[in-house]
């Protein structure tokens, strides 16, 4: 295990340039953004295809849920290549495979097809994800939460810039035709902007001097035998599920509570509710993650969890009880992208914080898992609400969950890790006087 004195160089020598850092950043954003589609355009796609061929609602999604379930429970396993092969060869292959998805996808006449590409998709864009957020938090420890936030920041926002294309090319051209283009284009660009990924050298990089990090590195084995593993794993978990329920469900929201198609105004735009909110809700999703990554590196993450996981719960309350207002609809489902967004840097960040780097992929890999576990939930969703007839009950046991996490974020992982930190530097100072002790005998 490696040991590293926060705030220190590691191996005494110079820091690579801004240039060559940012860089990274740069190529890495890219392949987010190419990437985003496959999970948050796909809400325009559903009532295409069910029009097209009268498969249930709840049959659709289910080619949703296995594509973040495919995602994210690869994840381990793509982590393990990432820290052993590096990142450029993972993002290629996860590029080619995100471009597959979207093909295959045009070409489906049955649901098993359908849910073929989804899992397809699930591989490439999990290869990318893990791989790209990866690559920033060891290029980046002394930003970490700013570095993590604006790579992920890429694969929330991403899709801002292309909602209105594949929106205007469904109508005209059909979804199966924009399948085929866009999954043409995304391939294409990830496989390019992957060539540019690299690993940084250990001299390249420094740790924070103003968030506890680990001073070793820990193994996924020994990750998972810490109980602050398990917490932010279960926090993860009810954070996720809120959001995620509202990216696979917001236009289905939106036409059962009557604003999916009247016009909304604001300076001067006028557009329907749905497209509005979903071109909204990108940008809100991709600023959250840069903008709380960045608060989080100097007030620390649990407090920023606190914050933002508060705020989503509330949003999420607001929205079931004034979401059938059109502009109400617009803003509050703006509130709560805002605050679930940066759970994915927040937790990425954290996870490297608490366990180290040179295993960074494996154990947020199998952290990371729990958006698979809250991808199960988003069916429940359709039955719960059939169930009770109002989308309210399902909004108010999301919002409970992301509450709950909020608590547990000050009251819970923040003493697990005082603690957690603690034991580390015990361990570090006990280390180092048995090195000076033996260099003297």
Known sequence: MSETTAGAPLGGAARPSDKVRWMQIVAGIVCMVAAANIQYAWTLFVPEIQQTHGWTRASIQTAF????????WLTPIEGYFIDRYGPRVIVAFGGLFTGLSWIVDSYASTLTMLYVGSAIGGVGVGCV???????????????????????????????????????????????????????????????????????????????????????RDYTLAEALRTPVFWVMQLMFICTVTGGLMAVAQLGVIAHDLGVKETPVSILGITMAALPFALMLDRIMNGISRPLFGFISDHIGREATMFVAFTLEGL???MLSRFGHDPMMFLILSGMVFL???????????????????????????????????????????????????????????????????????????????????????ALFEEQQQATGLRATA
């Open 65 to 72: 849920t296995i594509f973040v379930v495919v995602q994210t």
């Open 129 to 215: 994800y893990a791989t790209c957020v990866n690559n920033a938090l060891k290029w980046f420890p002394d930003k970490r939460g700013l570095a993590v936030g604006l790579t992920a920041g890429g694969y929330g926002a991403g899709s801002a810039l292309t909602i209105l294309p594949i929106s205007s090319m469904i109508h005209s051209s059909g979804y199966q035709s924009t399948f085929f283009f866009f999954g043409l284009l995304q391939g294409a660009i990830i496989f390019l902007a992957a060539w540019f990924l690299r690993t940084p050298a250990k001299e390249e990089v420094k740790l924070s001097d103003k968030v506890a990090q680990s001073r």
């Open 315 to 317: 949003g999420i309350i």
């Open 339 to 425: 605050a679930w967004g940066e759970v994915y840097s927040l937790f990425s960040a954290t996870s490297a914080d608490t366990f180290g780097t040179k295993h960074a992929g494996k154990i947020y890999g199998v952290l990371y898992c729990a958006k698979g576990v809250a991808a199960l939930l988003v069916p429940l969703g359709n039955l719960l609400m059939e169930a009770t007839g109002t989308w309210a009950t399902v909004l108010y046991v999301t919002a409970a969950m992301d509450l709950t996490a909020a608590a547990c974020a000050l009251f819970v992982l923040k003493p697990m890790l005082v603690k957690h930190h603690a034991r580390n530097r």
